[in-house]
């Protein structure tokens, strides 16, 4: 499965890491930009390079260019991918688009040791993701807690209501993630933020992830009570990153 190969991977990538401990702390509020969107809902607009399902989604990718043009289509916050095996992505990928743009940056990887926390913050991260399904319950909630420590906002990604129960029996995470994408398939199905929504404790915001390309996909998943909406390969593609989010928003109400 494709979940279990990345993981494997992270661990070898994480077994040469060292402890670096420093006074570098995020200098940009995520959580707060999402609870002040531009739009209806809030928009996570996603830097991806490529991805297992779909291969490489823009060859010569200029994350700082793409950057500026997700704020001036009026995102909210930036989700930048750093895996390199599997995403094609880059540690210093999150410098370079902090050097341009405003907005807040989560540092989109599979962060699975205590020392990629550090890491994160040292690459200019202001948020990091938390996946439930590569994590053990108390694994995520240490992790949790370390990031928070640090300054570090958290987007704590389910795909199942087992993994939300598991979640919420050792934490109360802010902001809470739906993967339409299963991790194992890389199948998507908006179904699943409708199934969990429901499920999600008063006061955390919910952020439905992944197979977002049409209005009706944004009425949906915002029908269902999404508060926001990371937004990747759609605006990756689009030429016009703000006429593409004024189409995807078209018709959902204030």
């Known amino acids: 499965m494709i979940l279990e190969q990345i993981i494997a991977k992270k661990q070898e990538e994480t077994a040469g890491l060292s402890f670096i401990e420093s006074d570098a702390r995020p200098d940009r509020n995520f959580l707060d930009a999402l609870r002040k969107p531009v739009r209806q809902k809030a928009v996570i607009a996603e830097i991806k390079k490529a991805s297992p399902s779909k291969g490489v989604i823009v060859e010569n990718m200029n994350p700082a260019g793409i950057g500026r043009a997700y704020e001036n289509a009026g995102a909210d916050v930036l989700s930048i991918l750093t895996d390199e095996t599997f995403f094609k992505g880059h540690s210093r990928f999150i410098k370079e688009v902090k050097q341009h743009v405003n907005l807040p940056v989560l540092r989109k990887d599979f962060i699975i040791d205590e020392r ?3 890491e994160s913050v040292l690459m200019g991260a202001d948020a ?3 996946i439930a399904a590569a994590l053990k319950p108390e694994e995520l909630a240490y992790l949790h807690e370390k990031a928070v420590q640090r300054g570090l906002d958290v987007l704590v990604e389910v795909h199942s209501e087992t993994e939300l129960r598991d979640v919420l029996s050792v934490c109360t995470p802010h902001l809470l993630g739906v993967n339409n994408r299963d991790l194992n398939t890389f199948r998507t199905c908006l179904s699943f933020t409708e199934k969990i929504a429901p499920l999600i404790p008063k006061g955390t915001m919910l952020i439905s992830e992944s197979g977002i390309h049409t209005p009706e ?3 949906r998943v915002a029908a269902a009570g999404a508060d926001g909406l990371l937004i990747g390969e759609a605006l990756m593609l689009a030429e016009d990153k ?11 109400k204030g």
């Not at 703000?242 to 959902?252: H, I, T």
């Open 242 to 252: 703000r006429k593409k989010l004024d189409f995807l928003f078209s018709g959902v």
């Open 116 to 118: 990629q926390i550090e």
């Open 217 to 219: 996909d944004v009425r």
């Open 128 to 130: 990091i993701l938390l």
